[in-house]
């Protein structure tokens, strides 16, 4: 019987308490008639199937009757309907959309087999703690360990395409065979490379991405066999690669086997440039890869006292391989998404709560006609969840619209699409958020308005303080103004950071600097006199140009490659191999410092005449001087850099090389000439740039016909200004923070219309005194200032909570903050400010309302 | 009166239980339990209505107004107090009528394409 009892809690509470006594009676004559084990056994089968069919049946009756009574009462009210539906739409499409990316990014495993046994090998050294390594160096490790089950090693390259329409640039990368079985993947057709790819000797294969094939080949199944011309050699398509695969990064379009060379270059254990990727064993965990790496290392220094010292390794798990920036970044914006989820939540509450005051009466006359409190609360919280569900419907569909926009905050560093996808996780959580999002602001309101119904409600001219009621709408509202100050403050730190990385001098003049990129093909272009040829006759066809002021070359723009640091060394002493005694290495064609608009402050400029029969020398930045001359003339010293003596011709000023956000190592400019034939091919000047006052559009197509005249076969890739290229270091910052604005505008616009309808509430609540009052002698001031301090304090609760939280915060996103303090005054006099104004705004209609009271009409309405 | 029919007719087709609960009523007022039993002895048992059916038909029947709670009570030596009596409306005896006439029309149907035996 009590499991009977248990059952029938299943049943609504009304129909238990209705019929209840009569079914246990029911029930009992059923279980006395029940003979037997077996028929025992029926009886409690049957009875609980019949139980749950039927209490599912009472609900959906009871259900249908609500929704049918709220889309009454909805529609009564258009206004209120339409602002709270498009309210929860806010919160939720806000959320969603975050969610996406966040989920994206943060959360979900690589599309990888195993992932988290996934890990990026580096070198460390004092200064660099992810350095990639030297391809001996990764022979070595892969034989010493034991931690791994595999280890394979990769090289981004980029590779023409000669022979499918245009010549095209295609971003690719090498890779040794045991990368892609290490990562779990198959090609979708054809088969993957195998270790005899890998050997120098072996014919050139190649393997497609799913995206180049579709496009470049147009999906052409018989595409695998065939020989395509990259970088002037024929290689064969052994397969196509499946869609969703993007590795290293998602730039790769294709793959090509790693083929080393086992010559004196091989051996150089300061040549770094191999990516190194690999599987941990299973059980084997990540601290005692750690420790094993750190027992080789400590082998090779011994063995290698010169090349190794301070060598270490760093140990990074696959899914970690994000900014630290990137990360906070999407935390932030998390954040100020469950802020804006919380305004939308205490302001609905909120407008409920006015709403159930309004409806008093007719609440009443349901309890007199027998509807228990019960379902009252529960035809309210059905009210609030339809709006919801509504509101939900349209946000999510907002939050899908805005995804592909957001793309620019899914990091390049990730082996993963840039259109997060969406699936059924993030379908669920936007399901889950919203029937949330309904309870939050329905039921706190349901259970004060529904559960204190009393007969009075029936009566005309009741003043119904509800003093509690409002104790719990000034808290809402208090809790609204601090997450607005919260969301105000960080996107005005943000902000900060933003505009003082944008006034950051980069180090050269973007306006008016077209840039592109003819990276010339090896073998063809093995010789350096082969290059000069090139270089020559388009810089000259190019200077000729109308409008082109100048032009030159330079191996790779700055912030558009951040590596080839290379060690210095003075006086034949080889020092430290650490930040302090590295330097960029770029190899530039005369004109490039004028070009960039880069100021020459000593010396010369490169010119024509440091051919490679001359003697070797360079132009350096002037943190270079610094670092190693700082008190001489640095004209005419020599250093050692990159195989051979060099000496100082010229002083220029800083670039950075690194970015706007991080130092960068000084820099070092040689002849685009002095370079032996096959040596520094990485570093072959690739980036054309182009002082104009034409329009990018109307220089191109000249551009393009003197590249062809040059070589037929030569391909032109990434055309942009350079102001592109400097602006895209704050891209996605400028969208976060353009998001996160969005966030605190609807925050403190929300926070606003919470103050308005509170303190309109109140007002037309005490009418009556107030009438009285100013019957009695207070002043329209007096007036003015009772409403308004009720206002002002809820909004001096608010700022100050706000405040609070807002600095906590500010330090967690500190390392955001580019060198801005996270209690900036600035940004905290502003937020609080613009609070201020806001509650202003928001207390002046019911202040005007209740100056012009008029004692007479109030106090005879009683 | 047309209306009433009309309104009836938009009951159609009742529910088995709503039918079985009305033709029990039509004799006396009953109580939940004796429903049952009448049911299933005019059913010579093929229908035995569970408490949930039966009070869950009754809660949306007393809504629809096809029975009312009764306030009469038998002899005192025959009640029982948590026992609620229930009494079918004149509304509730057009229904079931108007269930009737369907259910006969149908089994003409039936009857004319030869699925029931007897008299054509």
Redesign the interface.
């Known amino acids: 019987m009590r499991l009977y009892n248990l059952l029938l809690h299943l049943y609504p509470a009304a ?1 238990r308490n ?2 209840g ?3 246990r ?3 009992a ?1 059923r279980e006395q008639e029940a003979r037997g084990p077996l028929a025992a056994l029926t009886l409690w089968t ?2 609980v199937f ?2 749950v ?3 599912l ?2 609900h959906w ?1 009871i259900l249908r009757q609500d929704l049918r009574y709220t889309a009454r009462t909805l529609a009564s009210t258009p206004g209120f309907t339409l602002t709270a539906i498009l309210v929860v739409a806010l919160g939720v499409g806000a959320n969603t959309a975050v969610f996406t990316v966040t989920d994206f990014v943060l959360i979900r495993p690589l599309p990888f087999s195993d992932p988290d046994r996934l890990v990026k090998l580096y070198e460390r050294l004092p200064g660099y703690s992810r350095m990639e390594l030297s391809p001996v160096t990764y022979r070595d490790w892969k034989r010493m360990s034991h931690s791994f089950e595999a280890m394979g090693a990769y090289v981004s390259t980029s590779v023409n395409l000669v022979g499918q329409g245009d010549p095209e640039r295609l971003e690719a990368a090498s890779v040794s065979s045991d990368v892609f079985p290490l990562l779990g993947i198959q090609p979708l057709a054809g088969r993957p490379f195998n270790s005899t790819d890998d050997r120098i000797d072996s014919p050139g294969t190649v393997l497609l991405s799913y995206g180049l094939w579709q496009t470049v080949f147009g999906a052409d199944p018989g595409v695998i066999g065939r020989k395509v011309v990259l970088d002037g050699a024929p290689l064969t398509v052994i397969g196509i690669m499946p869609r969703d695969f993007h590795f290293p990064d998602r730039s790769a379009e294709l793959w090509t086997p790693l083929q080393v060379r086992d010559d004196a270059s091989f051996e150089d254990r300061n040549n770094n440039y191999f990516g190194v990727i690999a599987k941990l064993r299973r059980g084997v965990t990540v601290a005692q890869a750690r420790s094993e790496m750190a027992v080789i290392t400590a082998q090779l220094q011994h063995q290698y006292p010169k090349e190794m010292a301070q060598h270490g390794a760093t140990v990074n798990p696959l899914h970690e391989e994000l900014s630290e920036s990137s990360r906070l970044l999407l935390v932030a914006l998390s954040g100020a998404a469950i802020c804006v989820l919380l305004i939308v939540c205490a302001n609905l509450a909120s407008l409920l709560l006015a709403r159930g005051l309004a409806r008093k009466k007719e609440l009443a006359v349901r309890t007199a006609l027998g509807a228990g409190r019960e379902r009252l609360v529960r035809q309210l919280v059905t009210e609030s969840l339809v709006l919801a569900v509504f509101g939900g419907v349209m946000g999510v569909l907002g939050a899908l619209g805005s995804i592909p926009l957001l793309g620019k905050l899914v990091p390049m560093s990730l082996p993963i699409a840039q259109t997060p996808s969406v699936d059924w996780r993030v379908l669920t959580f936007a399901v889950l958020l919203t029937f949330l999002t309904g309870i939050a602001f329905g039921v706190i309101p349901a259970l004060r308005t529904g559960g204190s119904v009393d007969l009075g409600g029936l009566r005309d001219g009741v003043r119904a303080g509800g003093g509690r009621r409002e104790r719990v709408r000034s808290a809402l509202v208090i809790a609204e103004v601090m997450a607005s100050v919260v969301l105000l403050v960080s996107s005005g730190l943000l902000m900060r950071a933003l505009w003082r990385l944008q006034s950051t001098d980069p180090g050269f003049r973007t306006d008016g600097v077209l840039t592109m990129r003819t990276a010339l093909p090896w073998p063809k272009y093995l010789k350096t006199a082969a290059r000069e040829e090139f270089y020559k006759q388009v810089l000259t066809g190019v200077r000729q140009l109308p409008g082109v002021a100048n032009a030159a070359y330079i191996s790779v723009l700055p912030m558009v490659w951040r590596g080839g640091i290379w060690p210095v060394s003075i006086d034949q002493e080889i020092l430290d191999r650490a930040e302090s005694n590295s330097a960029s290495m770029r190899f530039v064609t005369p004109g490039f410092f004028v070009t960039l608009g880069i100021p020459l402050h000593l010396g010369r400029d490169v010119d024509e005449a440091d051919t490679s029969d001359m003697p070797f020398v360079a132009v350096v930045s002037q943190s270079f001087v610094r670092r190693y001359w700082p008190s001489e003339n640095p004209l005419g010293k020599h250093f050692k850099f990159g195989f051979h003596d060099r000496m100082v011709v010229g002083v220029v000023g800083d670039v950075r090389v690194r970015g706007l956000e991080r130092p960068s190592e000084p820099q070092v400019y040689l002849p685009y000439q002095q370079v032996p034939d096959g040596y520094f091919f990485p570093y072959t000047p690739k980036d054309l740039v182009v002082r104009s006052s034409m329009t990018a559009g109307s220089l191109l197509p000249a551009i393009r016909r003197i590249v062809q005249s040059a070589d037929r076969e030569q391909p032109i890739s990434d055309v942009r200004m350079m102001s592109e290229i400097v602006e895209d270091e704050t891209a996605s910052r400028s969208l976060q923070l353009r998001i996160l604005g969005a966030f605190a505008a609807v925050a403190i616009l929300l926070a606003g219309i919470g103050i308005h309808g509170l303190l309109s509430f109140a007002v037309s609540q005490r009418l009556h005194e107030i009438g009285v009052r100013i019957a009695l002698g207070a002043s329209s001031s007096d007036v003015l200032r009772m409403v308004l301090r009720q206002g002002v304090a809820l909004a001096a609760a608010g700022v100050a909570l706000g405040a609070i939280v807002a600095y906590a915060a500010g330090r967690e996103m500190e390392a955001l903050l580019a060198g801005v303090k996270p209690g900036d005054a600035f940004t905290f006099l502003t937020a609080i400010g613009l609070c201020a104004l806001m509650t202003l705004v928001g207390s002046l209609l019911p202040a005007a309302r209740a100056v012009r009271v008029d004692p007479i009409t109030v106090i005879r309405s009683e | 009166m047309a209306d009433e029919r009309l309104r009836a007719d938009s009951f159609l087709p009742l529910p088995e239980a709503t039918f079985h609960i009305l033709l029990a009523l039509a004799e006396e007022d009953r109580h939940g339990y004796a429903i049952i039993q009448g049911v299933a002895a005019r059913t010579d048992g093929a229908l035995k209505l569970s408490a949930g059916t039966l009070y869950r038909s009754i809660q949306r029947m007393l809504e629809q107004g096809l029975i009312v709670e009764t306030r009469e009570r038998p002899a005192p030596e025959l009640d029982d107090e948590r026992r609620r009596y229930y009494r079918i409306t004149a509304f509730g005896s057009e229904v079931a009528r108007a269930e009737a006439r369907r259910l006969t029309r149908l089994v003409k149907l039936a009857r004319v394409s030869g699925f029931v035996p007897g008299r054509a």
């Open positions: 129909f209705e019929y006594p009569e079914m009676a029911i029930f004559r049957s009875t019949e139980v069919g039927n209490a049946a009472v009756d």
